[in-house]
């Protein structure tokens, strides 16, 4: 069944290799039909965050890349769920093309979160933060987990609220596509 599902995935990813990302609905099942697509890409605010290193960055440092931006909160039990699934999203795709962003926003301890990282063995994502909710605020995240599809010109294609399965036949074909554009 899985190697059905993978082939099915594959011939949509070719026949969708060049065309607008409302054609990509035909690739979300499962935790993916949360995932929506916009008609328009959004621009990224300028807004800043706390680098893992204490550095402050802008989403834009990014551009040229696919990223997958994900809200998260270590109180967040669906965050927990989730993040496993990032990290192997991260760890099969993760590179010059694209990038799984981790910010955890509101009041985030650095040690809380090296902890939740740890309990749950991720060492692959960034500890981003995003203390005063900046960002988040800025980019109108109302709900975590939240993750947001960025392409390469540094522009929100896709949003979704809720956690989901990223390491999924579903979810790797939606961004292999996106990178592929």
């Known amino acids: 069944m899985r190697v059905l599902l993978i082939v099915a995935l594959y011939t949509a990813i070719v026949s969708t290799a060049n065309a607008d990302t409302s054609k990509l609905d035909a690739l979300k099942i499962g935790d993916m ?16 965050f706390i680098k893992e290193s204490g550095d402050i960055a802008l989403l834009s440092s990014l551009e040229g890349k696919v990223v997958l931006l994900n809200f998260w909160a270590t109180w967040c039990a669906p965050c927990r769920k989730e993040m496993p699934q990032l990290s192997e999203l991260q760890r099969l795709l993760g590179g010059d093309d694209f990038e799984v962003l981790t910010i955890a926003t509101g009041r985030n ?10 309990q749950i063995g991720i060492n692959n994502l960034p500890l981003d933060r995003d203390p005063k909710q900046s960002l988040a605020r800025a980019m109108g995240i109302l709900g975590l987990p939240a993750s947001i599809i960025i392409d390469r010109g540094g522009h929100e294609v896709a949003r979704m609220l809720g956690d989901a399965d990223w390491n999924s036949d579903s979810a790797i074909a939606i961004i292999k596509t996106i990178i592929a554009n």
């Not at 039909?33 to 800043?48: A, N, Y």
């Not at 301890?109 to 740890?118: L, R, S």
């Open 33 to 48: 039909r949360k995932l929506q697509f916009h008609t328009s890409s959004k621009p990224i605010p300028k807004t800043e």
């Open 109 to 118: 301890d650095p040690v809380k979160m090296q902890v939740f990282f740890d």
